[in-house]
């Protein structure tokens, strides 16, 4: 992300109230029997911390990357107001310093702000995070949210198919990977009928 795209993110955080809500994604909830108290989580492009929170709340230590210095301000308090500690990292996610092999859990819910080549990127960098036996649990928007327009990009080369998805994690263990379509209500920023994509990958 380029230091304007930041400052865009920046202007839609500083509104009034969570863009997204304090609720964790419903994918990430289901997704709680796979996690363990005391794991090492990163949670990234977090935006106000709601994920990062209720990852927290579960028990696993996690770091909250985030490029809006806005919505780290809503994740700090969202944290204080929730009693527990997240580690704010501030930074682009294309010109940090990625830990390796540092994370038992890796999560990134609607990070769709990137063009397919920074995409591909980032996708590489979580991976590279993640101890071996690791997961990485990623949940976005797939193609046809372009007929729902309830939230996401606008741009199809920002959404996710089940083709993509195999691709950019070729090696890599598949534990889940679906489409679907379900009504979201987060915030003001996802909400409405959605057109849904899910993975689940470990790191051998």
């Keep these: ?21 304090k609720e964790a994604s ?8 796979r996690l363990l108290p005391g ?5 990234v492009a977090d935006g106000e911390g709601r994920n990062g929170v209720w990852l927290a709340e579960q028990g696993l230590h996690v770091t ?3 490029g809006s210095q ?4 809503k994740a700090r308090q969202l944290a204080a107001e929730r009693q527990v500690n997240l580690n704010l990292v501030h930074a682009d996610l294309l010109t940090w310093d990625w830990p390796v092999a540092s994370f038992d859990v ?9 063009k397919p080549v920074q995409r591909q990127i980032i996708f590489e960098r979580m991976v590279k995070a993640l101890r071996p036996g690791g997961l990485l649990l990623l949940h976005g928007y797939g193609l046809r949210q372009l007929e729902f327009r309830t939230g996401g990009p606008s741009e199809a080369d920002q ?13 890599l263990e598949i534990l889940e990977l679906c ?4 009504e979201v209500s987060e915030g003001h920023g996802h909400l409405g009928r959605s057109a849904l994509i899910d993975l689940v990958v470990r790191r051998p």
């Design 179 to 182: 489409e679907y379509e379900a």
């Design 26 to 33: 419903e994918f990430l909830k289901r997704q709680g029997a």
């Design 39 to 43: 794991q090492d989580a990163l949670a």
């Design 64 to 66: 909250s990357v985030e």
């Design 70 to 73: 806005a919505a780290q301000v």
């Design 1 to 21: 992300m380029s230091g304007h795209d930041l400052s865009r993110w920046d202007e839609r955080y500083a509104q009034d109230g969570f863009v997204f809500g």
């Design 159 to 171: 959404l996710y198919t089940l083709e993509l998805m195999q691709d950019s994690f070729l090696g």
């Design 106 to 114: 890796v999560v990134a819910i609607f990070i769709q702000f990137a």
